[in-house]
Structure formats: structure tokens, C-alpha cells
């Protein structure tokens, strides 16, 4: 097959096909113009890729643009292509507190103490938690866990909660994916004489919080440069960690060296549910991860595979769509609107039959998630409209009512981000104590987590924190007006005027002919996709609508006619009522479609269909 004319050189302009503001406002550029990649270093990459005999030389060319495009080098494609935890790992010692973590870890070990970990309720609290508990069930130990719920405790650690493990007995905690903004808390923590032990992710001020050791890659002075990890991440490099110095303890003896590697699946799925930048090390966790998920030996992940209808799917591949899509939902149901210690079970258990169970349960939890979503969104949606918040000039929209379940403020947050194309907070206010609690999304160029961190520094904020692209906070009813004028405020100022314009980057223009699995199988050099290195994005000029209808959910489905005669199925998810399912149900000529290519294997047939993002009018 030719693909001569898969990447037009004519295309390439800025803007990329003269698109400064799609259906949706967004403006496109070319990926590989942003990364001002030069023409020798993509000649490289293309050689490179040609002496590693990972493509047939058809696909040489769009293949090292798509890499280029990414930011690798020619010194790192080897790396990128191959991401192996021998190349990437880190010192241990480079993470601030990490040896001295190690250290109280072990000694209370030793001591037979009672240890606890204390862990966020979503995902990579789960997988971190049940990393640390698996590790010491191996050394004979084991430790009890504590997760807050989420609606009547609130993110982190407390006062109260460190009250109740005192009084059962604890001698140490091991906060995992939470701590590192924990101040009052953990002051009260050193007051009761309770030690604490903190491994994080989040963004942090200069001053870390009191306690035996906080390790966290996102701490200011640590030298890691591992700040992409998330906390299952960080979690799994103190383990190696543990294994180091316990082995030089002689603790191994009589009972062997665990195994990391039959853990990593769980570092992997925490790293990819928390949307961490998959890059560096982190690749490398998320990529041979997923290989150790696919073995399916975890209990708990298997049975929510099984749950979810893809038991048909043992022996393949896992990819970031499970981990994303059918695992993690199901796992963080029980921290949204069910029992918030269910994630950290479920993926602890050994026994097959408590891991169905739990499954069960998990999955009855994530149909109620999806029907409270539905409702919170709609509302959402509504409330912005009537209170003039959208649409409207500001860089952040915060919406703010009563009675919003807080499990689902994020995603709602997340689905409102990503119809309009703007940070969004969205805030449930208890009724009676007037107390809201918030969660935000954000996009490329803006970190939230940053600017929630400031309104905290403020004092306009109970608690407030996160990263770049997600953020939680509490806060008085009273202050939200006032919050929301300090964070559009504090984005303006920080935030160059350029990046608060959206702009989508595109990997190449395609014609619908060029469209087909052949190149669909060879994206597979670039998994695993996610943040930090997203699925090729394509744009099909000029094309017109053959054929759409609306589906169940909003979701469009439609077929692409170009004018050599190639049709390609398509779709578009929840665009119904939007300009982009407008465009498609009652076109009015040709458009320009972004989209990703996606595999279309119902009844056999390996074929390929487009997973439409964006739309420009011709």
C-alpha cells in the first residue's frame, strides 16, 4: 500500500488548514510545526525506525512524524518505542525522605508494630494502598486500611480520622495519594504522638507537612524529576526501595524476594486512571503494566473484566482503554457512591470468590454513579446557562449548588471541560452547614492545581489542591463568588493570553482511502496512549456527510464520503444538541473532520472506523 498521500505537505500552515476557530472555538495547529521539529532530526527518526524493522517502510514516514511530534529525539526513540523499567527506573534515593521512609517503614516492621495505610478513595489510592499491603502480607505482616469516605470525611486526612486510629492502636500511617497539603492534620497527628509516614503526587508547598518522611516527586528540592508519576507510581519505587534495604537487613530470609513485577499491573492502572503523562518512567510503568495486566492474575481485576463482559478478551492485549474505561470507573464507584475501602479490597484479595463479590458490588455502584452524573450534569449545564456563567469570557468556569453528590462533581467537571473547552469547577453546597466541596478540570496550559493552591495561600479556602490537570477544594458558600473571581483573576495574570485559547494539535491530514487497519495496527509502536502522548489525532478534509443518525446517549454515528468515492463509518460521542451533532445530522456541506482512527472488529470483520474529536466548516 502507497501513503504517498497520506501527509500532504500543502496542509501545513498555521493555521493548520486555516481553522482558527472549529465548531467547538478551538483553533488547530500542526503537532510537528508546534515542536519546530527540523527536517534533519525527522530524517533521523524515519532512518532510524527503517535499521529497527518496526514498520514496512510504507509507514516509515507518518510514523516518525507522529514520534517527532511527540518530542522524541533521535537518542530517545529506542526508549520510547522499547520502555523498559532496567533503562528508566530511578534511584530511589534521588526522592527526597525516601531512604528515611524506608527506614520507619521497616523498623516498624521489625518491631511488630501496627501499621495502617491511609488511602485516597479513587483509583490510584486503590492501587497504591493494595501495592503496600500485598508487600507486607509477603513479609508476614499485615496492615489494616483506612479510606475516608468521601462525603461525610472529605479528601485527606483529618484530625478525627487520625483520632480513630490512635484509639485503635496504630503506630504508624502510611498515607498514600494524600498528605502532602495535610498541615493541620498532620500537626494534630504529631500532637497525639501518632507517626506518620507520607507518600504523595500532588503539588505541595515549600514547607512539607509534619512527619516522619513526605515522599513526593512533586516536592520543592526533590531531585527525582519523576513529578509525572502518579502516587501508585511513586509507591511502586519505594518498594524497590523496601526490597533494597530489606534485603540488606536480611529480612528475606526463610520467606524470599518479593516480586515487584506481578504488582506492576496495579502501578500501571493508578498511573493511567489518574491521567498521568506517560513519559519516561512512567511509560515504562504503564507499558510493561499493562502486559502483567493482561496475564490477568490479579483476582480483583480479573473478576471486574469478567463483570464487564470481557472475558471473551482473556489472553489479549490490555490497553489503556481498559484500565481507563471498564476497570477504573468500577473501582472508583465505591469511593463515589458506595463503600469507600471497596477499590483497596477488591484489589488486595487473593480469594477468587470475595473478589466476585466485591465486583458485584462495585459494578451495581457504577450503574447508580452513571444515573447521579446524569442528573448532576444536566443541572450543571442548566445553572451556568441561567447564572450567565456560560457561555462567557472567563478563562475558569466555577458552578456552585446544593445537594451535588461529591462523587461525581469531577466527572461532571470533566464532561462540562470537554463541551466547552474551558477549566471547569463544579461545587455541591451541603444545604445545612453551607459547606461546599469542589472538584475541577482543567486543560493544556493551565495548571488548577496551582491556581486552587494560591486561593488556599489566600485563606480563601478550607483545603485546596491537586495538579495541573485536576484540582479538589473546600469551601465556605459565603466565599465561592469571591473564589471565582480570584481564580479567573490569578489564570489571567499567570496564564499567557495565547494558552487560554484551546488549540488542538493534529498529527497529519488523511484522505478517507488512506484511512485503513494496516495503519490503525501501527499505532501500536506509539501505545500506551494517554497524557503526555495522546492518540494520533488526523484530519479529512473536505468531506461530506453520506449518512447520520442519533443513538441512545447523544451519541452520533454517521459515514464520511470524500470525492474520490471512499466512505468511512464514524462517530461522535454525546455531541447530540451540540454544533458539532448539528453539523452531522443536518449538514449543509463539506467540513473538515479531526478524528482518531479506531478498530471496528464487530462480527470478525477487522475493520476501522473514525472516533470524531472536532469539526471545521469548509
Not at 47 to 59: H, S, T
Not at 86 to 108: G, I, N, Q, Y
Request: glycine share 10%; net charge negative.
Amino acid at each position: 500500500m502507497s501513503l504517498s498521500a497520506v501527509l500532504d505537505p500543502s496542509k501545513v500552515s498555521e493555521p493548520y488548514l486555516g481553522v482558527t476557530a472549529s465548531l467547538t472555538g478551538r483553533g488547530w495547529s500542526e503537532r510537528l510545526a508546534a515542536q519546530k521539529v527540523a527536517p534533519e532530526t525527522l530524517r533521523e527518526i524515519t532512518q532510524r525506525l527503517g535499521l529497527m524493522n518496526v514498520a514496512e517502510p510504507a509507514f516509515l514516514d507518518p510514523l516518525a512524524r507522529f514520534i517527532a511530534g511527540r518530542g522524541i529525539t533521535p537518542d530517545s526513540l529506542d526508549t520510547f518505542i522499547h520502555p523498559t523499567l532496567k533503562a528508566l527506573f530511578p534511584d530511589p534515593s534521588s526522592f527526597m525522605d525516601m531512604d528515611r521512609a524506608v527506614e520507619a517503614m521497616l523498623e516498624a516492621l521489625q518491631a511488630k508494630a501496627k501499621i495502617c495505610v491511609f488511602a485516597d478513595y479513587d483509583v490510584d489510592g486503590a492501587t497504591s494502598a493494595a501495592q503496600l499491603v500485598r508487600w507486607f502480607r509477603h513479609m508476614g505482616h499485615d496492615l489494616t486500611v483506612y479510606v475516608p469516605d468521601r462525603v461525610t470525611e472529605g479528601y485527606g486526612p483529618s484530625n478525627a480520622a487520625f483520632d480513630t486510629l490512635k484509639r485503635q492502636g496504630a503506630d504508624l500511617v502510611i498515607t498514600v495519594d494524600c498528605g502532602a497539603m495535610a498541615h493541620r492534620a498532620l500537626d494534630h497527628a504529631a500532637e497525639i504522638g501518632l507517626d506518620v509516614v507520607v507518600i504523595d503526587h500532588h503539588l505541595m508547598r515549600e514547607d512539607p507537612p509534619r512527619a516522619l518522611a513526605v515522599v513526593n516527586p512533586n516536592r520543592p528540592g526533590c531531585t527525582s524529576a519523576q513529578g509525572n508519576l502518579a502516587a501508585a507510581g511513586v509507591v511502586f519505587v519505594v518498594l524497590a526501595a523496601l526490597n533494597r534495604e530489606a534485603e540488606k537487613r536480611g529480612l528475606f530470609a526463610g520467606r524470599g524476594r518479593p516480586d515487584l513485577m506481578q504488582w506492576l499491573d496495579l502501578s500501571a492502572l493508578g498511573a493511567i486512571c489518574d491521567v498521568t503523562a506517560l513519559t519516561g518512567f512512567n511509560r515504562a510503568l504503564a507499558a510493561q503494566g499493562l502486559k502483567i495486566m493482561s496475564q490477568r492474575k490479579n483476582p480483583g481485576i480479573n473478576a471486574l473484566m469478567d463483570i464487564a463482559g470481557s472475558a471473551s478478551e482473556a489472553g489479549k492485549l490490555m490497553s489503556t482503554f481498559h484500565s481507563g474505561f471498564v476497570i477504573g470507573p468500577r473501582i472508583n464507584a465505591g469511593g463515589r457512591v458506595g463503600r469507600s475501602d471497596l477499590g483497596v479490597r477488591l484489589l488486595s484479595t487473593d480469594d477468587p470468590v470475595e473478589a466476585a463479590s466485591l465486583a458485584q458490588e462495585l459494578d451495581e455502584l457504577n450503574r447508580l454513579r452513571r444515573d447521579v452524573e446524569t442528573q448532576v450534569l444536566e443541572q450543571a449545564a442548566r445553572v451556568a446557562e441561567d447564572q450567565g456563567l456560560w457561555p462567557s469570557d472567563d478563562p475558569v468556569i466555577v458552578v456552585a449548588h446544593q445537594d451535588w453528590h461529591p462523587g461525581v462533581i469531577g466527572i461532571v467537571a470533566g464532561r462540562l471541560r470537554e463541551r466547552w473547552h474551558r477549566p471547569v469547577i463544579i461545587i455541591g453546597v451541603d444545604p445545612v452547614s453551607g459547606m461546599g466541596k469542589g472538584s475541577g478540570r482543567s486543560q493544556a496550559g493551565v495548571n488548577l492545581g496551582e491556581a486552587v493552591g494560591a486561593a488556599f495561600e489566600s485563606g480563601l479556602l478550607l483545603s485546596g489542591g491537586g495538579h495541573a490537570m485536576a484540582a479538589g477544594l473546600s469551601v465556605e458558600r459565603d466565599r465561592i463568588a469571591d473564589l471565582r473571581r480570584f481564580l479567573n483573576d490569578y489564570i489571567h495574570t499567570h496564564v499567557a493570553e495565547a494558552d487560554q485559547v484551546e488549540t488542538v494539535e493534529i498529527d497529519a491530514a488523511l484522505s478517507l482511502k488512506a484511512a485503513s487497519r494496516d495503519l490503525f495496527d501501527r499505532f501500536d509502536l506509539l501505545a500506551p496512549f494517554g497524557q503526555g502522548n495522546p492518540e494520533p489525532l488526523l484530519a479529512f478534509t473536505d468531506v461530506r456527510v453520506a449518512f447520520a443518525q442519533a443513538m441512545k446517549g447523544g451519541h452520533v454515528r454517521c459515514e464520511l464520503l470524500d470525492d474520490s468515492g471512499a466512505k468511512v463509518k464514524a462517530i461522535i460521542w454525546r455531541a447530540e444538541g451540540t454544533a458539532l451533532g448539528d453539523a452531522l445530522l443536518r449538514p449543509s456541506g463539506k467540513v473538515h473532520v479531526l478524528a482518531r482512527l479506531k478498530a471496528d472488529d464487530y462480527m470478525g470483520r477487522r475493520g476501522i472506523q473514525l472516533e470524531i474529536e472536532d469539526i471545521a466548516l469548509v
